[in-house]
């Protein structure tokens, strides 16, 4: 009994999301592990990492503690990405990315879909003559495709005496569903090296630049609200082969509010190799809001969960897990279970050229 009440409980959350964009108020998917899926954090990202060609692949699973065994889908995002990075640029030490990024995004019971491909483009030039410092500006546009299957929703209507019957008619407007429409977004990144093992990275995006139509009703007025994200690490030594990085991101997307802030502890194999080699561990904590009226201190106070990470690279090969602890006011019927996601990256070099820029911090 208690799970189907769970089931109901995040069926009306699905709706309350579907009204929440009807109103401009929708909220893209995302990761937890944000770096995890660089080109969909912030298109100067494409092509920022040592050597050529960089492939990336995320998956997240929401919510499956609660919807086990019941009739509602989990709630899963897929994301990937694969970009390259010149030796050259418009100067000897500069360097051109290009990526190619796609998402897949599939919520409740009626199966509601997102389905993103796109392309990148960035550049990146150095600021000083060791290659230390750099500024990058990308761009990235996108195809979006929106799906959602109405055969899986109950709508008043069709209650026939306390229970459900397909064969009753809606009494709904539903057209529509399924549909494309096109994206811009665009970032900067600033990358810089302070010392044998401190570096630091900075970057803004801004996602949605066209403000698209998203109605699943044909209405022109309802576009997707832009997304404005920000974030920001620094790497330093902690003790022996231990490095702290402390790191942030915030994103406002229309009335949400949301701040992912913590920190990842990288224990080095080879001290000689700081960029090399390592194991991760780390935590984060996430906060949303989403009242535009109140005041800054109150728009985000409200925890919603505690990012618990693990990675490690070796060899170039770079997997990543994370799991999302909920505590926000679902934490009682998610039993604090919250979402899990699984991440792998390599990133590789041209045989035959090494890049010409030296330097970009692990993320």
Known sequence: MKKRLYTLAFSVLIGLKLSAQSLGGAADSHFSMFNAAPLQLNPAMTGAFDCNWRANAIFRSQWG??????????FMTVGGSA???TNRGFTESGAFG???????DRAGQSKFTTNRFGLSLAYHQALDRRNEHFIGLGFQSEIWQR?????????????DNGTYNSSFPTGEYLVNNNFLFWDLSAGLLYTGKFGYRTNGYIGFAAQHLNRPVE?????????LPMRMTAHAGVRFKLK?????????????????HE???????????DEQEPQGNNFRFGAMFRMVGGDNKAAWKDRIVNGEAVIISLGIEYSKVNLNIAYDINVSQLANASRTYGAFEIGLSYVGCFRKSRPQTIFCPKF
């Open 147 to 159: 799906a959602i299957n109405y055969t899986g929703l109950q709508f008043p209507l069709q209650n």
């Open 83 to 85: 970009d390259i990075r």
């Open 98 to 104: 290009f990526g190619l990024t796609a998402m897949s």
């Open 259 to 269: 701040v992912n802030l913590g920190s990842d502890f990288r224990f080095i194999f």
């Open 215 to 223: 109605s699943l009703l044909g209405d022109k007025n309802v576009r």
């Open 65 to 74: 503690s609660v919807l086990r065994d019941e009739s509602v889908p989990m």
């Open 240 to 256: 022996g082969r231990f490095d702290m990085q402390p790191k942030i991101v915030y994103v406002n997307q229309g009335v949400s």
